[in-house]
Every structure is written in structure tokens, then in C-alpha cells.
Antibody, heavy 117, light 110 residues
């Protein structure tokens, strides 16, 4: 059974930083593209970033370019999202998901990030 | 990249069929067959329902089907059941090597 468990969310002030983690099990992690998707309270889904199975390619939504960095450690079966210069509008539940074969196949339960003073 | 356009809400009675549209541009839906649909219950993670425009992943009910015409994709749910009441989102790959979701559609089973 595929399991994705996010962690690292919490309350942070505007301008602050946070690193999210997503630990994967039940899949061959080093063969999977992975992605982060977020959902602001009461709003829809927004794709944030994705990363190739070997980490050699990374893509971001325009609103986080230069502020967020996606990375992975295949030895630890873990995906990361380093978030810097956080803004109030980054407040959301952040989901990690597998992203192979052009679909978001398996999702974690999400971790809440709140940016507020 | 603007979000794909979905109706905010749709409704139907048990046993009926409903269709949710998802409109984009030639740079996303119209340019690629990488359209997928997701079901989300309140407080839960999304679940993949349709991939590659019209393919049903293993375990997804045959009552769910997808299609595409030009820049518009559609999700049809036939034989509506109470358990289908949820939010539905479309997603597409874009020419900018990014991904875009629709704004979401709330399905109410009357």
C-alpha cells in the first residue's frame, strides 16, 4: 500500500521560512516523479512544483519561483519543499503526491502551513 | 497561467447523469491529452478518478467517464449516487511545462 506522510507545517510569520517533508513507502520512490500541490482554506487546488525521479528536473508555478525549492533524498524515500520569504497568500494545506505518467496518482493527507503575524 | 474554468456547482438526483465541464486553452487542454480529474471529500485528500482524458484507473467505478473536445474536457457521472457528492477538479499539463487545475465544482446529489 502506497503511503505518503507530510510533516513540517505550522505557523510562521510573513518573511519566514519552513521546510516540508513527505516520507514515502509502499512504492519504488526513485522511479517516481513527485509533486507538491496546495489548497488555501476554502479554495481550490493549486499545483506548486514537481521534480523528476532522479532530481535532475524541477518545475515551479510562477508565484513561488525564487522562493520555494523542491528536492528529494531517494536514499531516505523523502520529498522536501523548502519555503522561504513566505507570504500570507502561501497559507494552505500542502499535499505531496506521486506524479508519474502525467497524473497525480497517490496523495498524502496534507500538512497545514499558516503564514500570519 | 490562469486556472481552468469549471462551473462552481452542479446537482442531480440519484440515478441521473451529470456532466462537469473544464475549459482551458490551446496551451493546455487543447494541446495535450494529459487531462485528469480528481474527487475530493471535505477535509480529505483528492483522489484520481480519470487520467489521460478518458482512462479510468483501477478501482474507479465505470460510472465515471471523461472526454475532450477542443479546449474543453468533461467528466460525466452516470447513475448518480449519494456517495458521489464531493468536489471535483480537472487538471492539465501546459505548454510552460507547468500544471494547472480547474477552480473546482461542488456536486450536490439531491
Amino acid at each position: 500500500e502506497v503511503q505518503l506522510v507530510e510533516s513540517g507545517g505550522g505557523l510562521v510569520q510573513p518573511g519566514g521560512s519552513l521546510r516540508l517533508s513527505c516520507e514515502a513507502s509502499g512504492l519504488t520512490f526513485n522511479t517516481e516523479w513527485m509533486t507538491w500541490v496546495r489548497q488555501a482554506p476554502g479554495k481550490g487546488l493549486e499545483w506548486v512544483a514537481n521534480i523528476k525521479d532522479d532530481g535532475s528536473q524541477k518545475y515551479y508555478v510562477d508565484s513561488v519561483k525564487g522562493r520555494f525549492t523542491i528536492s528529494r533524498d531517494n536514499a531516505k524515500n523523502t520529498l522536501y519543499l523548502q519555503m522561504n520569504s513566505l507570504r500570507v497568500e502561501d497559507t494552505a494545506v500542502y499535499y505531496c503526491a506521486t506524479h508519474s505518467n502525467w497524473v497525480f496518482g497517490f496523495w498524502g493527507q496534507g500538512t497545514l502551513v499558516t503564514v500570519s503575524s | 497561467q490562469s486556472a481552468l474554468t469549471q462551473p462552481a456547482s452542479v446537482s442531480g438526483s440519484p440515478g441521473q447523469s451529470i456532466t462537469i465541464s473544464c475549459t482551458g486553452t490551446s496551451s493546455d487542454i487543447g494541446g495535450y491529452n494529459y487531462v485528469s480529474w480528481y474527487q475530493q471529500y471535505p477535509g480529505k485528500a483528492p483522489k484520481l478518478m480519470i487520467c489521460d482524458v478518458s482512462k479510468r484507473p483501477s478501482g474507479v467505478s465505470y460510472r465515471f467517464s471523461g472526454s475532450k473536445s477542443g479546449n474543453t474536457a468533461s467528466l460525466t457521472i452516470s447513475g448518480l449516487q449519494a456517495e458521489d457528492e464531493a468536489d471535483y477538479y480537472c487538471a492539465s499539463y501546459t505548454s510552460s511545462a507547468q500544471w494547472v487545475f480547474g477552480g473546482g465544482t461542488k456536486l450536490t446529489v439531491l
